[in-house]
């Protein structure tokens, strides 16, 4: 069987399994349960249109998740058909064309099942870049990126964490004017990637630095 989920998909499905894990470790009541198991599988089978049974049956048994070494289970045989997030260093130095000496991060030693979006800082310039995969085609955007040491929540995965201001600047309409657009995003993009479990979240953000 090939590959069929995203990676955001999985971590939608990781949130399931921890739901399923917390009802069975916070109430004895089966129809409690059950109600769970019904409810984690319709959003399961929601989430991916057109499976075939052979899907259909893998997914299927989240419903024997009963704790929490079975809902690690369960995902451990389940990562091997996330589909890896498809990038080359060549295809994300085009992406940046004005950037002569981008430093991209080493993708051999990246799990890249784990990757909704590819995202780096450079130290030196204090950019941030990010590349993700919209409609089929590979997408950048860079932007400066200042840690605020502090806790917020995520423009793009919408979680609390330690977060930073990513910023662009663009010409305005006015000659010798700028405009800056900006939100708080998580510091560990990593973290960030976990937590998406919407290609939604990640779009609406680039949509709304680059209006």
């Given at each position: ?73 369960f995902l ?58 919209r ?58 990637n976990?937590?998406?479990i ?14």
């Amino acid at each position: 069987m090939n590959p069929f989920i995203q990676t955001d998909q999985f971590n939608y499905i990781r949130f399931q399994v921890k739901k399923l894990v917390n009802a069975h470790s916070t109430s004895s009541d089966q129809d409690v349960i059950a109600a769970v198991k019904s409810m984690v599988t319709e959003n399961v089978f929601a989430l991916i249109p057109n499976l075939n049974d052979e899907q259909r049956q893998m997914l299927q048994s989240i419903t024997m998740v009963d704790d929490k070494e079975a809902g690690e289970k369960f995902l451990l045989q389940l990562k091997p058909f996330v589909i890896p997030f498809q990038v080359t260093e060549p295809g994300i130095k085009k992406l940046f064309p004005k950037v002569k000496k981008l430093k991209v991060p080493p993708l051999e030693k990246l799990d890249l099942h784990e990757v909704v979006y590819l995202s780096w800082l450079d130290q030196q310039t204090n950019k941030k870049y990010l590349v993700y995969r919209r409609a089929g085609k590979l997408l950048g955007i860079e932007g400066s990126f200042q840690p605020m040491n502090q806790k917020g929540v995520c423009a793009i995965c919408h979680r609390h964490s330690e977060v930073g201001m990513f910023s662009v600047r663009e010409k305005g309409k006015a000659y010798g004017t700028f405009i800056n657009r900006g939100n708080f995003i998580c510091t560990d993009s990593q973290e960030c990637n976990n937590n998406l479990i919407s290609l939604k979240k990640l779009y609406d953000f680039v949509d709304n630095i680059q209006k």
